[in-house]
């Protein structure tokens, strides 16, 4: 197990050890508290966009299902006639400059593995920069936009933003409640009082302060040929490999199960570069994957490599919610 997979497991299932990083943990919530107190008080100005900014974010560190949720707002958003727009950090991306816009035909290593995923599954406008106002102003620059959602950046206060939504993972919750280094938080708890709305991964129903919202698998896509099959393609009990480089892993071979196959896990770090050499496992079997890796694998790809599409499906609760605080942002 890696190292950065062991400090995970430490935060979110306990080790005395943790305890010596509490002076650390204790620094880095000053530096984080001055930093958003500076732009609360008007000492740092933020840029405005000229359009609603919808920030999509989370305060830990691990997978809590958010590109999923940005693909299903960008198309409920569509779907009400609104031009939508997303930029992202590009966590990964080596572009040949900044900003970047993200076409279909790029490779990961030059988009980053979550906004090629973005626009090679819906083909939605994306700009990748870690200076995220730039990377709007270049955005806007390019397209007429209704609306444009940030890709992360909870923390990047430089951005001003209208809506704030922060996804938990409901099974982990937000581990030992520590700040970096010593948990998993990269702000203090508290922070959460003061965003719009939070969304619970894996809820069977909506918690009191907050919406429910799972990932439901929807299909079968293989990677060789883009031919897209039923989850009945793979018969109950059928044994495969299952390759998952993301923030959780666990959750992803979970699914696998539920679906009653037989997975034989092999989890990567999230954001992972693979080679085929290093897919080659044994026995050989179908390898199913995430989404997010199979833009990293495409090129590559064996004749029996799939992978499972998810789809966000949030509670009606928060579909009423995010219907009615849209309204009201458009109508400005």
């Not at 000053?30 to 930093?35: E, G, H, L, Q, S």
């Not at 270049?138 to 209208?162: F, K, N, S, T, V």
């Not at 064996?302 to 579909?319: E, G, H, I, T």
């Amino acid at each position: 197990m890696a190292f950065s997979d062991r400090l995970l497991a430490a935060w979110y299932r306990g080790h005395p050890a943790l305890t010596l990083l509490r002076p650390l943990e204790l620094l880095y919530r000053r530096v984080a508290a001055a930093k958003r107190a500076a732009y609360l008080d008007g000492r740092r100005q933020a840029y405005r966009a000229p359009v609603p900014v919808i920030v999509v974010g989370n305060i830990t560190v691990g997978g809590t299902g958010k590109t999923p949720m940005i693909l299903w707002l960008i198309e409920h958003c569509r779907a009400r006639g609104l031009k939508v727009g997303v930029v992202s950090r590009g966590y990964g991306a080596k572009p040949p400059s900044l900003p970047w816009r993200v076409r279909p035909e790029h490779s990961a290593a030059q988009a980053g593995d979550e906004p090629l995923m973005i626009v090679q599954r819906c083909g939605v406008p994306l700009m990748i920069d870690p200076d995220r106002p730039r990377a709007v102003q270049a955005l806007l620059g390019e397209e007429a936009l209704d609306l444009i959602l940030c890709d992360d950046g909870l923390q990047h206060y430089r951005l001003a933003r209208d809506l704030e939504l922060v996804l938990i993972d409901a099974a982990r919750g937000l581990g030992n409640g520590r700040c970096l280094p010593a948990g998993p938080l990269r702000e203090p708890a508290e922070r959460l009082r003061s965003v719009d709305a939070l969304l619970y991964n894996g809820a069977s129903r909506d918690p009191q302060g907050g919406f429910s919202f799972t990932l439901r698998p929807s299909a079968l896509v293989n990677l060789e040929s883009g031919q897209t099959s039923p989850l009945a393609h793979f018969a109950p009990g059928q044994r495969l490999h299952a390759l998952a480089g993301i923030g959780n892993p666990q959750r992803f071979f979970a699914t696998l199960e539920a679906l009653h196959w037989r997975p034989v896990p092999h989890a990567f770090p999230d954001h992972a570069a693979y080679s085929a050499e290093q897919l080659q496992f044994s026995p050989p079997l179908p390898l199913l994957m995430t989404e997010k890796d199979a833009v990293k694998c495409r090129a590559f790809a064996a004749p029996d490599w799939w992978y499972l599409a998810v789809d966000a499906q949030p509670s009606p609760a928060f579909v009423a919610w995010f219907d009615a605080r849209l309204e009201r942002l458009i109508a400005r």
